[in-house]
């Protein structure tokens, strides 16, 4: 069926038209308003942010390293400072011809091939007005010679800003450690672009380590206006920098360099305690590194001396040195048994050795020292008497008395690491070797030998509560002194204890050579032999050989443990001398202790003594430490003499050298 055909009339026209036009009206006016409303809410709503944008796009910041906070000792005096420190970076955005440039800067600098290319390399990754360094540390003619050819060097920015500086050097390497250049992890953790600003630097070990938050301070910036491609228009205003916070210790620092001094050519270490507070004096470990150089950046030869010397210059012995303590122990030892109910006037025989078992264990004195009680024991550093009483009682009597004095603890110091050692007993045996207790193993330990670990900051604790009487705790910052409460032992044992320590020092004891020679003031310690290497009974029968005679890594430890006055404590110390083995009467734990002792009441007398014995040791730290790099650098750059003929196993010549080495 065919459909009647549309008419279109001019009213159907104009209605559909209408339509359309309203549909489309009503599109255009929708899109005008969505416009319209994300107009105003960038311009209301977002306005601060792209205000920021706009901003951050016209000026570009640089920022200014902050002046890290000091590190002072208890009078103010400082220890690690900062110093006027010279430096020329350049600034990529204004380097017109950039070979031209660096030749000037090779030649006026006298900077080395390897560094040159490391500024080309740090140029191609640079962009816009972001600096890289040439070099910083410059001494003032260097500086002087590049800012008055600054109209010759486009790009070239001297500027003067700081760097670290410790006064007393090496003295105090291991206590403060020194600063560096963050490292690439360091940044990647962070993304905090202050750590890639030349001239900063950050802790890397010691308390710059540990106490970087406090030292860092907050940084400043140099404000430019760019144009959109990075093109420099104007320097703004710079916003200065804030110094971090100053740190003041506990620690004398005339007693710490003077402690280091008076360790002398020995491989050891000197904490000293203030007995009334707990205030760390002196914190020394030597040989060390010089902070200085460190912080410069350190020479890969310097770096290959010091990890390759046998005196271990890199590692803090104070906390990280692990010794057995020898007879510093026995004082302890005695409070222990008086504890546990010995009576101080009971005498063991000494006849120079004791049977026990199929073992026998020897006392110092080869002869022996007859009948002794406790106080002349101590004082004689009998090894028999402290066999005897620790077979008849065992070791776990003693044990809790030593953790209580302080060894085997780990203590809260801002130090980026410790070990603690061992205070071994039948647990400790059983837990970690699952094995039972001997009475040979409480026999060693009673003499501070065996399982017995400790190190040189847990004896300088031990000598405090000894003086004090109070479980003392050692702290590095001034004014935040630790509540100290009384040891649970008896005043009179302790007071029996420090009389035997008198002993030692002042009425014939082990340690007359520590005797001071300042009027009215008494010195109280303990003497200690710690053996590295079993002595063979062959050996005793035909003469046990000297230290002197033993390569340095046989030798004996010599350990030192002492309080002054001996009647009122106020100081009490520990000096430890890795390997030392009694070889050298005026760098021994006795003469050592006692002007250490001396320095804290009378500083005139203590310098005389160290002035007279310091040249026959080569010079003071600085000077010996220069020729000891000197040497090594002779010795590197020596070739190794030609054998003139080759030894065969039945040279006789070859066979004596074997024997000799």
């Not at 007693?255 to 707990?278: E, H, K, P």
């Not at 009384?486 to 005043?491: D, K, R, V």
Request: hydrophobic fraction near 40%; charge should be positive; include cysteine.
């Amino acid at each position: 069926m065919k459909r009647p055909k549309k008419i279109i009339t001019e009213a159907s026209q104009s209605f559909t038209f209408t339509r359309r036009a309203l549909l489309l009206g009503g599109i255009q006016g929708g899109v005008g308003a969505l416009l319209a409303g994300r107009l105003a809410w960038l311009s209301i709503a977002e306005n601060e942010h792209y205000a920021l944008l706009s901003e951050s796009n016209r000026v570009n910041l640089t920022l200014i390293p902050p002046r890290r906070g000091w590190i002072v000792d208890r009078q103010g005096k400082p220890i690690a400072i900062n110093r006027t420190d010279f430096r020329v970076d350049l600034i990529p955005d204004r380097i017109v011809d950039k070979n031209k440039v660096l030749g000037d800067l090779q030649a006026l600098l006298q900077l080395p091939d390897e560094e040159m290319q490391r500024i080309r390399d740090d140029l191609e990754e640079a962009q816009g007005f972001k600096p890289v360094q040439v070099a910083e540390d410059l001494d003032w003619e260097k500086f002087a010679a590049v800012s008055v050819r600054l109209n010759e060097l486009p790009g070239v920015s001297p500027m003067r800003g700081y760097s670290r500086f410790y006064p007393d050097g090496a003295a105090v390497g291991h206590l403060v450690g020194y600063v560096g250049a963050a490292s690439a992890k360091q940044y990647e953790e962070t993304k905090d672009p202050l750590l890639i600003t030349p001239g900063f630097k950050v802790g890397k070990d010691g308390l710059e380590k540990t106490m970087e938050p406090m030292l860092r301070g907050t940084p400043g910036a140099k404000r430019v206006e760019v144009t959109a491609r990075g093109k420099l228009v104007k320097e703004l205003t710079t916003r200065g920098d804030i110094p971090g916070h100053t740190l003041k210790l506990t620690i004398d620092a005339g007693l710490q360099a003077y402690a280091a001094r008076r360790l002398g050519t020995n491989s050891g270490s000197v904490v000293v305690i203030d007995v009334a507070t707990g205030g760390l004096l002196a914190f020394v470990s030597m040989p060390s590194y010089d902070p200085n150089s460190f912080s410069d950046g350190i020479s890969r030869d310097e770096w290959k001396m010091l990890s390759e010397d046998d005196h271990i210059p890199l590692m803090n012995k104070a906390i990280m040195g692990l010794y057995p303590p020898g007879s510093t122990v026995k004082p302890m030892n005695a409070l222990a048994l008086l504890e546990a109910g010995v009576d101080p006037g009971d005498r063991v025989v000494c006849s120079g050795a004791m049977r026990v078992g199929s073992g026998v264990f020897h006392c110092h004195k080869r002869g022996g020292h007859g009948p002794l009680d406790m106080k002349h024991a101590v004082m004689q550093s009998c090894d028999i008497y402290f066999y005897e009483m620790s077979r008849r009682l065992g070791y776990d009597r003693i044990a809790p008395v030593a953790k209580a004095m302080g060894l085997g603890q780990e203590f809260d110091l801002p130090l980026p690491s410790q070990r603690y050692g061992t205070v071994p007993d039948s647990a400790w045996k059983l837990r970690k070797y699952h094995q039972k207790w001997t009475v040979a193993d409480s026999l060693n330990a009673s003499i501070g030998q065996g399982y017995v670990l400790v190190n040189p900051l847990q004896m300088a604790v031990m000598a405090s509560r000894l003086a004090s009487g109070r479980a003392l705790l050692p702290s590095f910052f001034y004014g935040n002194d630790k509540p100290a409460g009384a040891l649970p032992f008896s005043h009179e044992h302790f007071a029996i204890v420090r009389d035997a320590m008198y002993g030692v020092v002042n009425e014939g004891g082990t340690g007359g050579a520590a005797r001071m020679q300042v009027p009215g003031v008494a010195l109280a310690a303990k003497t200690g032999t710690a053996q590295v290497r079993r002595i063979t009974m062959a050996e005793r029968r035909g003469g046990v050989l000297s230290n002197a005679s033993l390569p340095f890594r046989m030798r004996d430890h010599a350990h030192f443990i002492c309080f002054a006055p001996a009647d009122n404590p106020r100081y009490a110390a520990s000096v430890v001398l890795e390997h030392g083995g009694h070889t050298v009467r005026n760098l021994d734990t006795p003469l050592t202790g006692r002007d250490i002792m001396t320095y804290l009441f009378d500083r005139e007398r203590a310098m005389k003594s160290l002035l007279e014995v310091e040249p026959t040791w080569g010079g003071d730290i600085t000077t010996r430490m220069a020729a000891k790099a000197e040497a090594w650098k002779l010795a590197k750059a020596s070739p190794a003499p030609l054998p003139t003929s080759t030894p065969t196993t039945a040279d006789p010549g070859a066979n004596a050298a074997a024997a000799i080495d």
